[in-house]
Nanobody
């Protein structure tokens, strides 16, 4: 089993920044792709960003491209999501996800492990 714990969420004004962290523990595998997803009230969960194990391959949703950056520190089993120029429409619960394949995907069902989520609220 792999446990994922997100942190770093909070309340921020539009235009501000936050950095989310996701710490993995338990039976972590040497090559796991990691992803971030989010879910706003009344909406379906949507892809935000993903990275391969090495971090060399990254993918972003069009809505966050140029504003968000995914990175990872494999020595710490941690993945980050740096969020800049936040907008009220970025308000959601953000989830970290991991899959036992070194191939990042924007398909939520491709991930077998999920964190509990961290709330991000952007005020206008």
């Amino acid at each position: 089993q792999v446990q994922l714990v997100e942190s770093g969420g909070g309340l921020v004004q539009a235009g501000g920044s936050l950095r989310l962290s996701c710490a993995a523990s338990g039976r972590t595998f040497s090559r796991q792709a990691m992803g971030w997803f989010r879910q706003a009230p009344g909406k379906e969960r949507e892809f935000v960003a993903a990275a391969s194990w090495s971090g060399a391959s990254t993918y972003y949703a069009d809505s966050v491209k140029g504003r968000f950056t995914i990175s990872r520190d494999n020595a710490k089993n941690t993945v980050y999501l740096q969020m800049n120029s936040l907008k009220p429409e970025d308000t959601a619960v953000y989830y970290c996800a991991a899959r036992n394949i070194d191939y990042a995907t924007d398909y939520a069902r491709g991930y077998g492990y999920w964190g509990q989520g961290t709330q991000v609220t952007v005020s206008s």
